[in-house]
């Protein structure tokens, strides 16, 4: 039996494979269930006894890629050391999901952003849930000391995850010309630079003195 429930994951599994890779070339609005049914080499029947419909596919796929990609991180992160080093390995993480899965990247940015009932779906809990794991590296950065004390998490968040977004939707944009990695880690040290506790200095500081401010004053 548990052999049997293999089979039908694995193909549910290729039968997803096949839905992005012509989610990618056709977009999600041009492409049919007979597409999907075709790159899979299944019948339509056959597809229909896993998925409910086009729909069903494509809030399907985020739910397969997000969980494993929850399920790496949760995996490496008690082997890596310090809060900065936690989220700098979480974006990583989204930087090779997107990059090494173009047709992925694409469908997330101009397809599943755009729709509300996606909010409604498993996939979105996932999604929630990694974008939570952010949120809690964030905060136990700021517990440690190792970031700010006065930061908002929900801010630096939406910050790294937005910037993410915007680099990849200009890489699919310039047709995928754009050198990814020139921009990631930049792009994190300005962020580490501005949420990073900055460390007490016990020199003495000098202020410049407008010798205008001291006339007709006398002198000491």
């Known amino acids: 039996m548990a052999n049997s429930r293999k089979r039908l994951s694995d193909r549910a599994n290729h039968i997803l494979e096949a839905a992005l ?3 990618g070339e056709k977009g999600y609005y041009d492409a049919t269930i007979s597409d999907i049914a075709k790159a899979a080499r299944v019948s339509e029947a056959t597809l229909y006894d896993y998925f409910a419909g086009k729909e069903d596919i494509l809030f399907s796929i985020p739910a397969k890629l997000t969980r494993e990609g929850i399920e790496l991180s949760d995996k490496i992160a008690p082997y890596i050391k310090g809060a900065e080093n936690r989220l700098r390995a979480l974006v990583y993480g989204y930087f ?4 090494d899965n173009p047709d992925y ?8 952003k755009h ?3 996606f909010l409604e779906t498993e996939a979105y809990q996932l ?3 990694a974008a939570g794991n952010l949120l809690a590296v964030i905060r136990d950065g700021m517990k440690s000391g190792e970031f700010r004390p006065d930061l908002d998490p929900y801010l630096v968040r939406s910050m790294l995850l937005g910037t993410i977004e915007h680099i990849f939707f200009r890489w699919h944009l310039m047709n995928r010309r754009v050198e990814l990695a020139d921009f990631v880690d930049p792009m994190l040290e300005i962020l580490f630079s501005g949420i990073r506790r900055k460390k007490e200095s016990s020199a003495i500081a000098i202020k410049m003195v407008d010798a205008r401010d001291h ?6």
């Open 21 to 23: 890779r012509v989610f």
């Open 96 to 99: 090779y999901l997107y990059r």
């Open 105 to 112: 990247s694409r469908l997330v940015l101009l397809d599943l």
């Open 115 to 117: 729709n509300r009932k």
């Open 127 to 129: 999604v929630r849930r």
């Open 215 to 220: 006339r007709g004053k006398g002198t000491a």
